[in-house]
């Protein structure tokens, strides 16, 4: 039998459409590319999108040593496998604007890859809303496991729809080349360090 080894629920505060899976106090954010409409990452980073602009999502947890074959998606309304890379092996559910309760750590297996599989239902109840009372749920599972493209098992909302039209949108951020001048400095320098 496959039982968790954690598990946990809360409500997590969301701003801007987001709340996090997050090593310590981080405060860059991956590139915006929501190309599965739910999660997206960078290394130490996953970036979880809410249906809501602001408010409390309710949010269970599952950390798991081995992998859960089969997914359940009659209860949800997108379910996403999406591959993440714990820095530290301090990876805990986060908020940017307050505290979120004691979360249990969800990669206790040390640094490395994992794979979640996130759930959620009920992004499309208040979509763009700043609400008081949670109406949204996510179940998130993880467990250790190689990096894998995402795994997509439902996808109906329109929350969703959205984000991944945005991302089919937006170009790829990739880094700027180095001003002309500075690519030969740093070409002259390797080379130079190359032959003393």
């Given at each position: 039998?496959?039982?968790?080894?954690?598990?946990?629920?809360?409500?997590?505060?969301?701003?801007?459409?987001?709340?996090?899976?997050?090593?310590?106090?981080?405060?860059?954010?991956?590139?915006?590319?929501?190309?599965?409409?739910?999660?997206?990452?960078?290394?130490?980073?996953?970036?979880?999108?809410?249906?809501?602009?602001?408010?409390?999502?309710?949010?269970?947890?599952?950390?798991?040593?081995?992998?859960?074959?089969?997914?359940?998606?009659?209860?949800?309304?997108?379910?996403?496998?999406?591959?993440?890379?714990?820095?530290?092996?301090?990876?805990?559910?986060?908020?940017?604007?307050?505290?979120?309760?004691?979360?249990?750590?969800?990669?206790p297996f040390g640094p490395g890859h994992y794979r979640v599989r996130l759930h959620a239902r009920g992004?499309?109840?208040?979509?763009?809303?700043?609400?008081?009372?949670?109406?949204?749920?996510?179940?998130?599972?993880?467990?250790?496991?190689?990096?894998?493209?995402?795994?997509?098992?439902?996808?109906?909302?329109?929350?969703?729809?959205?984000f991944r039209q945005t991302a089919l949108q937006e170009p790829l951020n990739e880094p700027a080349p180095p001003p002309v001048g500075q690519a030969?400095?740093?070409?002259?320098?390797?080379?130079?360090?190359?032959?003393?």
């Amino acid at each position: 039998m496959n039982d968790p080894v954690a598990r946990a629920s809360g409500l997590v505060r969301v701003e801007y459409h987001m709340f996090y899976l997050a090593e310590g106090t981080q405060d860059e954010q991956p590139p915006f590319r929501p190309e599965n409409g739910l999660i997206f990452s960078a290394p130490g980073r996953a970036v979880v999108l809410a249906g809501i602009n602001s408010g409390s999502v309710h949010t269970t947890v599952e950390v798991y040593q081995n992998p859960i074959a089969r997914a359940h998606t009659e209860e949800w309304d997108e379910v996403v496998d999406h591959s993440v890379q714990a820095l530290s092996g301090r990876m805990k559910v986060a908020s940017l604007m307050d505290d979120s309760p004691a979360w249990p750590t969800l990669t206790p297996f040390g640094p490395g890859h994992y794979r979640v599989r996130l759930h959620a239902r009920g992004r499309d109840r208040a979509y763009d809303g700043h609400l008081a009372e949670a109406e949204e749920d996510y179940l998130l599972q993880i467990w250790p496991s190689q990096p894998e493209p995402d795994t997509v098992h439902k996808q109906s909302d329109q929350a969703g729809a959205g984000f991944r039209q945005t991302a089919l949108q937006e170009p790829l951020n990739e880094p700027a080349p180095p001003p002309v001048g500075q690519a030969r400095s740093q070409a002259l320098e390797r080379l130079r360090r190359r032959h003393t």
